[in-house]
């Protein structure tokens, strides 16, 4: 089942931070986050592991709630680049084989 | 460069044809992967290799579609019969362990005519 993200679009303006969250309704293993800017391929940001382990950019920060079957993408002070679709992929099991993509959440940055 | 290629870029097909596409992973990375995007949508899981070995097949993929990872090096992905559904983007990545940064391809963009 894929996994459900909101808000599907946000708008803000640079230097304002904004939250993606991502939710399913299986027990999650891992929780993976991509960017992906038109035309482009999707780019890794960060990975969360049951446990509590991340591996990702030092500037961004997410969360990862095992019990409720939540992680959250927090980006903060944003700048224009981060303009994009993120996505979260997850994998319910303890091997990767298959991840599961949600279906985006738009964000654009205005100067 | 030592990043993921695929090839073609772009591919337009008429209804009924036959297309492949190739990837290449990253060399030392033994896990690839095959996703279709459509438009609006997040990468949707095809198949998965561990070296040459199929491990994982979409259940929703029609029999149509076909991918071989000879060698453990590159793979193809085959669509016999193209319908108009099948047009998207069809995007390759790798990885060297699971739960681990998975590299994707520029991706091929099938048009189906």
């Known amino acids: 089942q894929q996994p459900v993200q909101s808000p599907q679009a946000v708008i803000l303006r640079e230097g304002e931070d904004a939250v993606i969250n991502c939710s399913s309704s299986k027990a999650l293993y891992s929780v993976h986050w991509y960017r992906q800017k038109h035309g482009e391929a999707p780019v890794f940001l960060m990975i969360l592991l049951k446990g509590g382990e991340q591996k990702g950019h030092e500037k961004i920060s997410a969360s990862f709630n095992e019990k409720k079957q939540q992680s959250s993408l927090y980006l903060t002070a944003s700048q224009l680049s981060y303009s994009g679709t993120y996505f979260c992929?997850?994998?319910?099991?303890?091997?990767?084989?298959?991840?599961?993509f949600g279906s985006g959440t738009q964000l654009t940055v205005l100067p | 460069d030592t990043g993921v290629s695929q090839n073609p870029r772009h591919k337009i097909t008429k209804r009924g044809q036959n297309v492949t596409f190739r990837c290449d992973p990253i060399?030392?990375?033994?896990?690839l992967y095959w996703y279709r995007q459509t438009l609006g949508q997040g990468p949707e899981f095809l198949t998965y290799f561990q070296n040459e070995a199929q491990l994982e097949k979409s259940r929703l993929l029609s029999d149509r579609f076909s991918a071989e990872r000879p060698k453990g090096s590159f793979s193809t992905l085959e669509i016999q019969r193209t319908e108009q559904g099948d047009s998207a983007m069809y995007l390759c990545?790798?990885?060297?362990?699971?739960?681990?940064?998975?590299?994707f391809g520029p991706g091929t963009r099938l048009t189906v005519l």
């Open positions: 990545a790798s990885t060297l362990y699971s739960h681990n940064e998975q590299f």
């Open positions: 992929g997850t994998a319910p099991g303890g091997s990767a084989r298959q991840l599961t």
């Open positions: 060399s030392e990375h033994n896990r």
